[in-house]
């Protein structure tokens, strides 16, 4: 399947290649310029030290971690020549992904994936700063639903990225095993959450996904996911806010959400988040529109520590502020997705932030439930046009129960309201995951506990055999890891080991 590539907030040379019905991810800069807060990764070079990926708390007690640590230890770092390619998991734009073992015989359980791509040809092709990107959103991350990055380091021209190993393949695979192609709704349920959690955090450190869709949620060995692929990720500033809460509904499409409003289910309970979605709604809006800058969306919403609201007295009634830490401000006008789950304000060019995320959980969850994305046309244009001005429809589907009717009908009214093509009338448009999480359809979901839920699937565990093509491995010496990049070269000297 040919792929389009073209210009991210982070590339700097532009190039165009379509292929109709491609279901791969693609960027390309169709704005003058973008306003988006990018933040500096410290000059982005590769050989910038990787610090925070060595101090994992949540995984600290993992047998893969502790047998990188140990060769850490003993040898004063890691390399290439510690790992054992085994076999080729994947490919795309950037690289390809191996699964490897260390090479010490006490550490033979331990699997790790890693993303090789070649700087050189990146370079060549001006994608270097996509790959840096994604290397600097990993190193940072540390969540359950997230990749771990054990290591990071360059062998030669390549750069390697060593992360935790996912046997049970992505989501989309996993659907095609499902009956009729779907996945039951408490399936599905058990997925968006897990989603949902790892968005929220992504947007908590400044990281919009923007490339949400099943191929990218790969299935851990304990059946829970991991969100991969943070090439097309935006990295912005975001700053916690103070929300105050608004108590009275007042219009009827933004009220049916009082209705659909759950309480979460492991805190005590609080007002539902209402200050952008009644009757601040539209003034909040008129403040973005005014003012689109971090932090300082007005009204009311406050920095945290920093300054007082400025609503007008007698307005609302404020209880229970809450915090919000989403990038809701972050502009980004890369043309940057897959057809399918591009959101409206990512085609019209108009500038997009943290919202695109949770409108691709939308067209996620359409696809899980029913098998085919929601806007899907006959050609990428036809999907693209359907996306801006085709309303939202859904199947019909037989349910077994009346109980089955009523969760497809709460799973239609999430996905309405995430998939709202106005992104500040969209669910999690403003004020990010917890007004996602008290949905109707999640009611019952322990937010705090889904890590130890038992997931619908667990894949077996990998069985990896010693290859014989590991003896014909060929290992660059020190001079050619110093030689320049020559792309002319016999299939044996490239990295390929296979
Ligand atoms: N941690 C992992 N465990 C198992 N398989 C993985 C892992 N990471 C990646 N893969 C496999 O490798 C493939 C390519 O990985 P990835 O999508 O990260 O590369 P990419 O070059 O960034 O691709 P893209 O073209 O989608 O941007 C994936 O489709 C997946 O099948």
Redesign the pocket.
């Known amino acids: 399947m040919a792929?389009i590539r073209e210009e991210s907030d982070y590339d700097s040379s532009r190039s165009s290649l379509t292929a109709p019905g491609s279901r791969?991810?693609w960027i390309s800069d169709i704005g003058s310029s973008s306003s988006v807060s990018v933040r500096s990764f410290g000059g982005g070079a590769w050989d910038a030290p990787a610090v925070s990926c060595r101090h994992k708390p949540h995984k600290a007690n993992q047998a893969e971690w502790e047998a990188i640590r140990r060769i850490r230890a003993a040898a004063g770092r890691i390399g290439l020549e510690h790992f054992r390619l085994v076999r080729r998991?994947?490919?795309?734009?950037?690289?390809?992904?191996y699964?490897c073992q260390l090479r010490e015989p006490w550490s033979t359980g331990c699997l790790y994936?890693m993303?090789v791509?070649d700087k050189d040809a990146l370079a060549f092709r001006k994608k270097l700063r996509r790959a840096e990107v994604?290397r600097e959103i990993l190193r940072t991350l540390d969540h359950p639903f997230l990749?771990t990055l054990y290591a990071d380091f360059e062998a030669s021209h390549y750069a390697c990225l060593v992360?935790?190993?996912?046997?049970g393949?992505?989501l989309h695979v996993a659907r095609q095993r499902q009956p009729g192609r779907r996945f039951s709704i408490s399936s599905a349920r058990f997925y968006a959450a897990e989603t949902v959690l790892a968005l929220e955090y992504l947007h908590m450190m400044g990281v919009v996904y923007r490339?949400l869709k099943p191929?990218?949620v790969?299935v851990r060995g304990d059946g829970h996911i991991?969100l991969?692929?943070?090439?097309?990720s935006l990295k912005c500033d975001v700053v916690p806010r103070l929300l105050r809460h608004n108590s009275l509904p007042h219009n009827g499409n933004i009220a049916g959400r009082a209705d659909t409003a759950a309480k979460p289910s492991c805190v005590p309970p609080i007002q539902p988040v209402l200050s952008c979605l009644f009757k601040g709604v539209n003034k909040c809006q008129a403040k973005e529109e005014a003012a689109p800058k971090p932090g300082n969306d007005g009204e009311t919403v406050d920095s945290v520590g920093g300054a007082s609201s400025s609503s007008e007295p007698g307005d609302h009634i404020h209880t229970n502020p809450e915090v919000v830490v989403e990038p809701v401000s972050a502009r980004s006008k890369s043309f940057v997705g897959t057809h399918e789950y591009l959101a409206p304000e990512v085609i019209s060019g108009q500038g997009h932030g943290s919202a695109v995320d949770w409108w691709t959980l939308g067209v996620f969850m359409y696809e899980m439930i029913y098998g085919r994305t929601p806007f899907k046309g006959e050609s990428n244009e036809k999907t693209l046009a359907n996306i801006i001005k085709q309303p939202l429809a859904f199947p019909r589907v037989a349910a077994a129960s009346g109980k089955e009717w009523d969760e497809h009908l709460r799973a239609q009214d999430l996905m309405t309201q995430l998939l709202a093509k106005n992104p500040r009338k969209r669910l999690g448009g403003c004020t990010g995951s917890a007004e996602v999480k008290r949905h109707e359809f999640f009611k019952g979901v322990n937010w705090a506990l889904v890590r130890s839920v038992r997931p619908p699937e667990v894949p077996k565990p990998a069985v990896v055999p010693v290859p014989p093509a590991q003896k014909k491995v060929v290992m660059l010496s020190r001079k050619e890891r110093q030689e320049p990049y020559n792309p002319v070269v016999r299939p044996d000297e490239r990295f390929e080991y296979f």
Do not use: I, Y
């Not at 998991?89 to 992904?97: E, K």
């Not at 992360?163 to 046997?167: L, T």
């Not at 991969?228 to 097309?232: E, G, H, N, P």
């Open positions: 792929t791969r991810s998991l994947g490919s795309g734009d950037l690289g390809n992904v699964l994936a993303k791509v994604e990749p992360m935790e190993f996912c046997p393949g992505d490339d191929e990218n790969l991991m991969s692929d943070f090439d097309l």
